[in-house]
């Protein structure tokens, strides 16, 4: 590996950062600590201990791109410089980065979702639980960015703003039902220049009573009241199955007559997603429905699926977390994962 590079594009993206401590006291150059850091957490690191040990064990290489003036820092000093930056800047210096390493190609998904991460909870100070939503780009298997909700604000209030945070031209955005707002579509298509695959519950009232009358309507008449298109998928490993079926309209002429449809920006499909899941001799069935700017059931069951993978493979970018909440410490970093395990895994 090329340490060069790497620290040449880290300190380009993070050199706007202002160091939070005093001149007199600055033994280690900002932008070796947050290279370190980077370094270690990319290689697992999972406490501030061993990013210092880290650092310790790579020190011969790392001085080939680092000054280390005053050899590794210690994992105390990781702990005040990460407490004391500005997580305002930080954020906008990482996104700037990761969207720079990563080559977001057109037709990509990239799934927002909202997490209360594992473990930030923490009822002896008596604080709830974190509310996160993250950008994941499927492809690449990368964390583009997060926004953490206030505690009296909801994930809707924020996604438009990680959204605008985020370069997604030609890319196809995947949200759950708590994106399932017209002003969120009309950022995507109009702002963005992206397409969007987005989950339809009864929160859209009226819009979904028609949906699911729609498709109780097309299975009854045996699949003859509509032109509509069909696609399954089937999966077996672990002990069960799975078989997904996926129907779609995307007829103007049907479309215009559901309640609310002109107030969806570019809006030209809806779906039925019929899920059968067999384990230990049980059956369970699971109906989802979805409003869609792409045709084709079978792209669109390749793009839900997609989005999925956000359940089971975004790791969560914990310094961004713990500088946002104001709860750095030295027991906390202990037992919480460090942010960029998303970037190069």
């Not at 985020?166 to 708590?178: H, P, Q, W, Y």
Request: aromatic share 8%; net charge negative.
């Amino acid at each position: 590996m090329n340490g060069t590079g790497i620290s040449g594009d880290i300190v380009e993206h993070f050199g706007s950062m202002r160091d939070p401590r005093l001149e007199r006291t600055r033994l280690h150059k900002l932008s070796d600590i947050l290279v370190i850091a980077i370094c270690a957490i990319i290689c697992h690191a999972d406490s501030w201990e061993e990013v210092e040990a880290y650092g310790q064990a790579k020190e011969v290489w790392l001085r080939t791109f680092l000054s280390l003036e005053n050899g590794i820092p210690s994992h105390d000093t990781f702990n005040r410089v990460f407490a004391r930056l500005n997580a305002r800047e930080f954020e906008t210096c990482f996104i700037n980065w990761v969207s720079a390493v990563a080559e977001i190609t057109a037709g990509q998904v990239i799934a927002l979702d909202g997490k209360l991460p594992r473990g930030s909870r923490d009822g002896a100070i008596g604080k709830g639980a974190i509310d996160i939503v993250s950008a994941w780009a499927t492809e690449n298997q990368i964390a583009l960015g997060q926004v953490k909700v206030n505690e009296k604000s909801n994930e809707i209030t924020v996604i438009p703003e990680l959204l605008s945070m985020l370069e997604l031209s030609g890319c196809i955005v995947t949200i759950d039902a708590m994106g399932c707002q017209t002003e969120i579509v009309k950022q995507i298509v109009k702002e963005k220049e992206a397409d969007y695959v987005i989950a339809l519950k009864e929160n859209q009232g009226r819009l979904y009573e028609d949906v699911v009358l729609l498709f109780k309507d097309l299975e009854k008449s045996n699949y003859t009241a509509y032109l509509f298109d069909y696609a399954e998928t089937f999966n077996q490993g672990h002990g069960r199955s799975e078989k997904r079926q996926c129907w779609t309209i995307s007829d103007p002429e049907v479309l215009k007559y559901l309640r609310g449809f002109e107030k969806w920006e570019k809006l030209r499909t809806v779906s039925c997603i019929r899920s059968y899941r067999y384990e230990n001799g049980h059956e369970s069935v699971e109906e989802r429905y979805h409003l869609a700017s792409i045709t084709g059931a079978k792209p669109l069951l390749t793009v839900i699926r997609s989005h999925w993978g956000i359940e089971n493979r975004l790791h969560w970018t914990w310094i961004l977390l713990l500088m946002k909440t104001n709860a750095v410490c030295e027991k906390t970093m202990a037992r919480k994962i460090l942010p960029f395990c998303a970037i190069l895994l």
